[in-house]
Structures are given as C-alpha cells and as structure tokens.
C-alpha cells in the first residue's frame, strides 16, 4: 500500500505562483509513475502532468504545458508540482496518484493510489 498525501495549496491572485508537494509512505516512490490530476467543481477529474519513475520523462496537458513544472524527489519520497502564471481556470483540486507500470499517464484507471487533494483558487 502505498499512502499519499498532499500540501501547498490555497488561495493566490492570477499571475502568482504555487508549489504542490505529495508525500508518499508505505513503499518507495522510486518504483511508481507518479501523476498530478485536477478536478474543478462540476467537472470530471483531469489529467495535468505525469512522471515516470526515474523522472527522465514527463508529460503536460496543453493547458499547463510552459506553466506548469512536474518534478519528483525519491529520496524523499516526494513528488512536486511548480505552477507559475496561474490562471482563474486552474481553480481545482489538484491530486496526486501513483502508478506501478503505468503505460498512458494521462488515464486516471492506470494509477493504483491517489491523495485526497489540496485545493488550489486563483482569483482573478
């Protein structure tokens, strides 16, 4: 089993910037695919960025692609998302989840564990 858990969020102006981090315990993060995933009110939870285990491949939606940063630390067991620019659209709950061979990144049904998410606003 593995455990996640996420911080940074919270309220910021359009224009500013935001640090996520997920905490992973139970077992090493260095063995998993790790994804961040948002879900807006009234809306269905999307794919934002992916990473592979050893961090040498990411992947971002179009609509962060250039503000968005996914990174992962596995000594620490933690993975991060920079978000820079942010835009009154990016208002969610931002989600990270963990996957053991993932193939697609962006297919929620591939991860086996998911945090329960830290809201991030951003006011116009």
């Known amino acids: 089993q593995v455990q996640l858990v996420e911080s940074g969020g919270g309220l910021v102006q359009a224009g500013g910037s935001l640090r996520l981090s997920c905490l992973a315990s139970?077992?090493?993060?260095?063995?998993?695919?790790m994804g961040w995933f948002r879900q807006a009110p009234g809306k269905e939870r999307e794919f934002v960025t992916g990473?592979?285990?050893?961090?040498?491949?990411?992947y971002y939606a179009i609509s962060v692609r250039g503000r968005f940063t996914i990174s992962r630390d596995n000594a620490k067991n933690t993975l991060y998302l920079q978000m820079n620019n942010l835009k009154p659209e990016d208002t969610a709950v931002y989600s990270c989840?963990?996957?053991?061979?993932?193939?697609?990144?962006?297919?929620?049904?591939?991860?086996?564990?998911w945090g329960r998410g830290t809201q991030v606003t951003v006011s116009s």
């Open positions: 990473i592979s285990w050893s961090g040498g491949r990411t």
């Open positions: 989840a963990a996957a053991y061979g993932v193939g697609n990144f962006a297919v929620l049904s591939n991860y086996d564990y």
């Open positions: 139970g077992r090493a993060l260095s063995n998993y695919g």
